[in-house]
């Protein structure tokens, strides 16, 4: 569960790019975040998992307060939490394979666990047979595929996404997105920011909008539009 409660955010320079959010994400579900360019879509994701803290008001995922959770937490939030971002953000001197078992190395898995898993999710985004490629040995699309495989390593309850098809062409575009619906199918929060109206339109699912740093508009299978 995520609860937003009259979130604000002013950052440093004075923009204030959330204006009084209230909003509430039930486990399980679907929710695309869509809106004109500078309107607040990655602040609002950004401060799901604490790259960006409010200013003030309410954010609680899973029971735990952001607002009041010590930095030295926050690396137990993001086990929580998969992020996938639009550049991938792969490391390029690690394979695919090394990539996704990072995640789990930095809380100590045992080796077995970590080969299970690890194996488990590269299956399940179709990269078995490139666990052993570096990341400029693959396309976008396989890249993202890495990057979504690292996001559910550790099994998130809610997985947050910044426009993840925002620099791949449309057919990889449709590939990475039934992979987030097998994702979701499997029970995983997803909250995607995006501008593809065309994905929006037809695998329908929750829509908010933000505009403005407010939540415009917020309809269960719902449309890619907004007002300005
Ligand atoms: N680190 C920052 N410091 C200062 N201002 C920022 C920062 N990040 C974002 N902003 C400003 O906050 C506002 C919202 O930005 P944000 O990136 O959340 O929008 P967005 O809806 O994701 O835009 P886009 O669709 O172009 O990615 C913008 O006016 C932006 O310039």
Do not use: C
Not at 108 to 126: F, Y
Not at 148 to 168: F, H, M, Q, Y
């Amino acid at each position: 569960m995520i609860v937003m409660k009259n979130v604000y955010k002013k950052y440093p320079n004075g923009v204030v790019a959330a204006n009084g959010i209230n909003v509430e994400i039930d486990p399980g579900e679907f929710v695309y975040v869509v809106g004109p360019s500078g309107a607040g879509k990655s602040t609002f994701i950004k401060m799901m998992y604490r790259e960006e803290t409010s200013t003030s008001g309410e954010i609680i995922i899973n029971g735990v307060n952001l607002a009041t959770l010590r930095n030295s937490r926050v690396p137990f939030l993001r086990r929580q939490i998969g992020v996938v971002f639009q550049d991938f953000k792969l490391l390029p001197k690690l394979n695919v394979y090394e990539n996704v078992a990072f995640a789990l190395e930095v809380i100590e898995e045992s080796p077995k666990t970590i080969r299970k898993k690890v194996n488990d999710v590269l299956a399940l985004v179709g990269l078995a047979q490139k666990s052993r490629m570096f990341p400029d040995e693959l396309s976008g699309g396989e890249q993202q595929r890495v990057s979504i495989a690292r996001s559910i390593v550790n099994s998130p309850k809610v997985v947050i996404a910044d426009e993840p098809t925002g620099n791949l062409d449309p057919d990889t575009s449709w590939e990475i997105m039934r992979i987030f619906e097998q994702i979701n199918a499997r029970g995983t929060t997803i909250v995607m920011a995006t501008h593809n109206r065309e994905i929006v339109n037809t695998m329908r699912h929750r829509v908010i909008v933000v505009e403005g740093g407010l939540i415009t508009r917020d309809e269960y299978e719902g449309e890619y539009s907004y007002e300005s």
